[in-house]
């Protein structure tokens, strides 16, 4: 009887313990652990694993030259960096500088599925990019949390594929806000998150994650010869720029009309800023200070969503809103209209807008420009009184960007020019390259001015 009685004892001490236990399944195995060491963090960095891809490619670095001022060959580098999933069907945000110049853009998912992705859209002033991959199934998508409360001494976890191991997790605080940071004569970022969280080259793209395994941030720079100091580009801007690389207009071609309000000052709501007139949205009747709550069957909280629940949406195709006006929710919808109803082409428009005819550069004119840009577009011709002839801007010229934006097609200066914020831009800043110099100056854009043509 003693014997069984010791027996059953240990049998209830053991069933104490185990109670205590967390069965975790390790591959093959069943491995046993102390649940107090799944602790905020870890259930954190499990949340949002499925979402943060890894991304890999070769870029060819442009040309260089030597201290003659000769062109040196081109030269194929491998890179590497890393993506957030923001929608199911294989949306992917990372930095613009981790897939820029790459032909062949591999993505692989935290399943060890390889897939190529292409580039939908970019904004090189953010560095902020936006590829596409067609995956055979819905991807998880990571939890957005606020980058508007953040406090400095707050835990927060980067994940990343750091020096090409994939899937790295480092632990750091907030050490500041705010944070501008110059990174080469060209690139300059603003109100940066600045972390202690270990972020190195591959990191780029990945998400700073918050205690909650919320995604409050974008990796992108460490500081050359720091320890210790890596920044972020806060959530609120990604989202803000996300929405509008998003954009119908961007990837079906089609457009809505209405402008946001910008994610840190929304309250995390989708709200109306604007209505460009005569637009879809216009026509729909929504307003300034609407607040859309739902889009077909998508629930929205906040500016991209708007722009998701309208992708694939075809021209013509009528989507149901809903949308809290004064207190009320109203039903409402919309009707996209497609972006080429839109009479004129790009080079109308930049000859009646900024005065010049412009063309991509040929290979030779490329060697007048320094590595540190993409490409350019040519000026061929000037129209006399026009806002490039007042600004002194000649044949020959190879533009190179626009306010924040470069321009090495003719699609970027369309992006541009229909800006509904365009006339805020104003006087518009732009870039040229005349015997290897950069050259700047202001342009105040021309409007419906057709009569003088070449």
């Known amino acids: 009887m003693h014997t069984l009685a010791r027996s059953s004892s240990v049998f209830r001490r053991s069933l104490v313990v185990m109670t205590a236990m967390t069965a975790i399944v390790v591959g093959a195995s069943l491995v046993y652990g102390s649940e107090a060491r799944r602790n905020a963090i870890v259930r954190a960095v499990e949340s949002a694993r499925g979402s943060v891809v890894n991304i890999h490619g070769q870029k060819t670095l442009p ?20 993506g957030v999933v923001i929608d199911p069907r294989g949306y992917i945000v990372t930095n613009h500088h981790v897939v820029q110049g790459v032909r062949r853009i591999q993505v692989t998912l935290d399943n060890g599925r390889t897939y190529i992705a292409s580039l939908v859209a970019y904004d090189p002033r953010t560095d902020l990019a936006v590829i596409k991959i067609n995956a055979d199934r819905k991807l998880p998508v990571i939890e957005i949390g606020s980058s508007d409360d953040l406090l400095p001494g707050e835990d927060v976890i980067a994940v ?14 907030i050490s500041s806000l705010h944070r501008t940071v110059q990174v080469s004569d060209t690139q300059q970022y603003e109100d940066l998150i600045q972390t202690d969280a270990s972020i190195n080259p591959g990191n780029s793209g990945g998400p700073l994650l918050n205690i909650d395994g919320e995604m409050i941030g974008v990796n992108v720079a460490v500081r050359a010869g720091a320890q210790g100091i890596g920044f972020a580009i806060p959530v609120s801007r990604v989202l803000d720029v996300t929405g509008d690389l998003l954009t119908s207009k961007v990837v079906d071609g089609n457009w809505h009309g209405l402008v946001f309000r910008p994610s840190s000052k929304s309250e995390g709501r989708a709200v109306v800023d604007r209505v460009v007139d005569g637009s879809p949205g216009a026509m729909g009747g929504f307003q300034r200070g609407d607040v859309i709550l739902k889009l077909g069957s998508a629930r929205v909280k906040r500016h991209l969503d708007v722009e998701r629940a309208l992708l694939g949406r075809r021209s013509g195709e009528e989507i149901d809103a809903i949308v809290e006006r004064d207190g009320k ?42 590595s540190r840009y993409n490409g350019g577009l040519v000026v061929t011709a000037v129209r006399d009184g026009s806002p490039a002839a007042q600004q002194r801007i000649r044949p020959g010229d190879i533009l190179v960007g626009m306010h924040i934006w470069e321009t090495v097609s003719m699609d970027n200066v369309a992006y ?26 202001h342009l105040t854009i021309a409007r419906h001015s057709r009569t003088s043509r070449q």
Do not use: C
């Open 329 to 370: 929710q109203v039903p409402m919808s919309l009707v996209l209209a497609t972006q080429s109803s839109k009479p004129r082409s790009v080079a109308q428009r930049a000859w009646d807008n900024l005065g010049v005819r412009l063309k991509p550069v040929s290979s030779i004119q490329r060697t007048q420009l320094s």
């Open 160 to 173: 990343g594929n750091a020096y090409g191991y994939e899937h790295t997790v480092t632990r750091g605080i």
């Open 63 to 82: 040309d260089s030259y030597d201290e003659f001022g000769h062109a040196e060959s081109p030269r194929r580098v491998n890179g590497m960096g890393t």
């Open 416 to 441: 541009v020019l229909s800006r509904p914020d365009l006339a805020d831009l104003e006087p518009l800043k732009f870039y040229i390259v005349r015997n290897r110099e950069t050259l700047f100056g």
